[in-house]
């Protein structure tokens, strides 16, 4: 019954079912409540209402919100109507469709990452200022014409929502120093409402975080040259700024395969501290890392797949 009250906050849908399944294969066929288990990077609007976070104790400070398939199909009926004035010339409702959804997109990437549209005008170099006029027509769908539906219906866009409820719960937590057992595991996004919420998280008596596949092999100089490019720099990027040490971060379970490990954090090396492989040869077993590794040549993409 303990394991009831807890919560669990994963990265999206696919780790939530991999969860279940892990407590289905521990447990077997006995019957058990499983614990609370939340996508937190995606939580549709009606998710809100089902207890999930104290819905109850913060909802009443909160604007209402224009759903996320209302914003499509708005931005959608926009485009179809005047299609000229955003310097298209025709487009069936499919196309529409899909231009909205990345309009949508940049909303939601926008407000998740505390920015706003203001500068966008200056945003490309004067040579190519022409093409970025045109695009710029588009975009005044939701820099110009969506804040003012926003506005007249006294409501907020939904990630706008998402991320205050975000804010406001864990204030909550904070305030009321809860004692509820809650676990964050996988997470790599490091919008500023989530990093606060792990950095609650983390301070609560029953708080607990959990990170996944961290390079704690490489020495200094490579952690500090990731970049963007690397597979490692949303996870260095979050631990940076909830200013955690990689090194002190314990493992929950033994390396089946150490050498493997370093062998893959040196093929993602970054190229400015690649002079250093001049010391790997001694630095793992390169027959163990590789052992039981199969070559498969694929005819074609599909294939691959």
Known sequence: ??????????????????????????????PAILPQIVPITEIDDDELFFGYFNIENIWNSLPQSISKEERLFLFARMIMLKPNDFGIKQLSPVQAISLSMDLANLIDTATNQGLSFDKLEDLVPDKYASHWQQTLELLKIITKYWPQILDERKSIDVSELKKQILFKQAQLWKKENTNKCIIAAGITASFPAIVNLLSVISNLPNGELYFAGIDKFSDNDYWDAIDETHPQFELKELLDKLNIDRHRINNITNSSNQDREKLVFEMMRPAVVSNKWLDVENSFDKTNAISNIEVINCNSQRDEA
């Open 1 to 30: 019954m303990s394991l009831a009250s807890c919560l669990f906050l994963l990265p999206n849908r696919r780790a939530c079912q991999a969860l279940i399944k892990a407590f289905i294969r521990k447990q077997g066929v006995n």
